[in-house]
């Protein structure tokens, strides 16, 4: 079944692993070249893919070298401290983690050696989207199940169908899955991502997300005229089963940040801004860029809203360690604005994206 590379389901009460095979990519989704799509040299991107997979490989061979030693002492740990099995499950998502990286470099080895040999390149696109969507669910489904979070997702009939774009919170290393696990790998919907540059360092991120029509921006670089540019390029030939996702935030909550951006604004002596911003306690203000540039390109698209929360507080592999997520239960709420209620002027956007924004921050206060 591997070679098929169907897309990944879960069951709803994600117990229950089915493999179905997606419907085709569309012909007008294409994998552009890196150097034109992400502005690097080629001796950039294969010098950090030669560092990065070479150690991903020797860390998930140490990591196995190291497990009759290192699991008896994790569980001796979690004895001692009465943590919920926090090292010991932290362990066995390390394990998942690097192992996942190392079969998902061999399959994308795999389905690109047809492409070497002539094979088109809409084939090529597709089965990369579905070996997307294998990695993202086999990592998601094999961390959840090693830390016991329960998931419950309210409003999945509003990414059912395309074109959209996706607006989501972002908070922790694992919300950047949630997209591909519950959009793409439920209904086929294809996300073209706007993701950080320094997620590139993640091998499968950078082996396969630079396969398929996806941007990598600076941080918090969507407010320059160049990466807006490069967003709105995904919103070419988007078609009815196709999406653009961006995380509005720009970059992970946390409190500290939150008072970095109040004290910015402030200093710019933008009132108003203080004001919409001040307001919001659990989300960072949305950065305005990427998402005016989208709706400047194409406005007939839906927008959809997804709201998460019980995510907060694993923002780095330290926070897993501590047990921050074990047992704990991750509540996710999409919601559509249809393109015809989304104002045309920029005042207007940007008052309603404030509004819709200030919702995201009431779901996830309200736990």
């Not at 030693?69 to 998942?96: E, G, I």
């Not at 398929?212 to 009815?240: C, H, I, K, S, Y």
């Not at 694993?314 to 997520?325: E, I, K, P, V, Y």
């Not at 709420?333 to 009431?362: K, M, N, S, T, Y």
Request: with cysteine; glycine share 8%.
């Amino acid at each position: 079944m591997i070679h098929d590379l169907g897309i990944v389901t879960w069951g709803r009460d994600c117990s229950t692993l089915v493999l179905r095979v997606s419907a085709p990519v569309s012909d007008t989704m294409s994998a552009p070249a890196v150097a034109e799509q992400n502005g690097e040299r080629w001796t950039t991107r294969w010098g950090r893919r030669a560092a990065s997979f070479s150690v991903s490989a020797a860390l998930l061979l140490v990591l196995l070298a190291s497990t009759p030693l290192s699991l008896p002492l994790a569980v001796l740990s979690d004895a001692a401290r009465r943590s919920r099995w926090a090292a010991t499950r932290f362990l066995a998502v390390a394990l998942v983690y690097l192992g996942c990286e190392l079969l998902g470099l061999t399959l994308g080895l795999v389905v690109w050696l047809p492409r070497a040999l002539g094979g088109s390149r809409a084939r090529f696109v597709e089965r990369n989207f579905r070996l997307q969507c294998w990695w993202v669910c086999t990592l998601f489904e094999g961390a959840r199940r090693a830390l016991g979070v329960r998931v419950e997702v309210e409003g999945a009939d509003a990414v059912t169908t395309g074109p959209i774009y996706l607006l989501v919170r972002h908070v922790s290393l694992a919300d950047t899955l949630l997209p591909t696990r519950f959009v793409s790998a439920q209904v086929g919907l294809q996300l073209r991502f706007v993701l950080k540059r320094e997620l590139l360092w993640d091998p499968c991120l950078d082996l396969v997300g630079q396969r398929l029509n996806n941007a990598f921006v600076r941080r918090g670089g969507l407010d320059t005229p160049a990466d807006v540019a490069a967003v709105q390029a995904l919103t070419e030939d988007l078609g009815p089963t196709e999406g653009v996702i961006v995380f509005p935030e720009g970059t992970r909550f946390s409190a500290e940040r939150r008072r970095r951006t109040l004290e910015r604004i402030e200093a710019r002596g933008d009132h108003e801004g203080l004001a919409r911003a001040s307001a919001l306690q659990h989300v960072l203000p949305p950065r305005l860029g990427g998402v005016l540039g989208l709706l400047d390109a194409r406005a007939d698209v839906d927008v959809v809203f997804c709201a998460h929360r019980g995510l907060s507080g694993a923002r780095t592999f330290g926070d897993l360690l501590s047990g921050a997520l074990v047992g704990r239960t991750l509540h996710i709420r999409f919601w559509r604005c249809p393109a015809r209620e989304i104002p045309r002027d920029e005042a207007g956007r940007v008052a309603w994206l404030h509004d819709q924004w200030a919702r995201v921050d009431a779901f996830v206060g309200a736990a």
